[in-house]
């Protein structure tokens, strides 16, 4: 959804965010891009494009304190400009997985000292396979949403590397998604 909302930006995403609500635009975009929550996104987003914290140095904690943003949301800013930071942002897709593999993982997105184990455990899980939080997230994401080209995907059956023992993925499909979630 915000490769959606942020396609047609002609300059920063913080520039871009301003210049949407200056025009009255804001709230028509979120909903092009299909973003869900647009009353409370339009809040943060015009919140944030006003503070423009620097995202290169942000914590979770940091972003936190902007109507909101809470530890999914913050994750999921600090992973889209620093890939290789160590945080995962946990979705529904996330949390299905993690129940897949036998964790004890809530059908929504938890706060507090429950985010944090889970967060630990899919930090945990990314390590095991190789691959770093965000390129894990990019693999459940788009298998768990349908995009992979495999029509909807069906929750019970997930691909080889995904599996409580974890096979490796062909070089194809590590190729795709190290370019994607670099």
Same mark, same amino acid.
């Given at each position: $959804?915000?490769? +959606?909302?942020?396609? /047609? /930006?002609?300059?920063?995403? =913080?520039d871009w965010i301003a210049k949407l609500a200056k025009d009255n635009l804001l709230e028509k975009a979120l909903r092009d891009a299909r973003t869900g929550s647009y009353t409370r996104i339009c809040r943060s987003f015009r919140e944030i494009s006003k503070a423009r914290p620097?995202?290169?140095?942000a914590k979770p904690a940091d972003l936190e304190e902007f109507h909101g943003i809470g530890p999914k949301s913050s994750r999921f800013a600090i992973l889209w400009v620093r890939p290789q930071e160590r945080f995962a942002a946990l979705d529904t897709h996330v949390l299905k997985w993690l129940r897949f593999l036998?964790?004890? /993982? !809530?059908?929504?997105? &938890?706060?507090?000292?429950?985010?944090?184990h889970l967060e630990k455990l899919f930090i945990a899980e990314a390590?095991? +396979?190789? =691959?770093? !939080? +965000? *390129? *894990?997230? $990019?693999?459940?994401?788009?298998?768990?949403?349908? =995009?992979d080209g495999s029509g909807r995907a069906d929750p019970n059956?997930? &691909?080889a590397w995904l599996q409580k023992i974890p096979a490796a993925p062909p070089e194809?499909?590590?190729?795709?998604f190290k370019s994607y979630a670099a």
């Open positions: $959804a915000m490769e +959606r909302l942020f396609a /047609a /930006a002609d300059c920063g995403p =913080f620097d995202l290169m140095t036998g964790h004890n /993982a !809530p059908k929504a997105t &938890p706060s507090g000292d429950k985010y944090a390590d095991k +396979r190789g =691959f770093n !939080p +965000r *390129l *894990l997230d $990019a693999m459940i994401w788009e298998h768990a949403s349908g =995009f059956v997930w &691909p194809s499909v590590l190729s795709y």
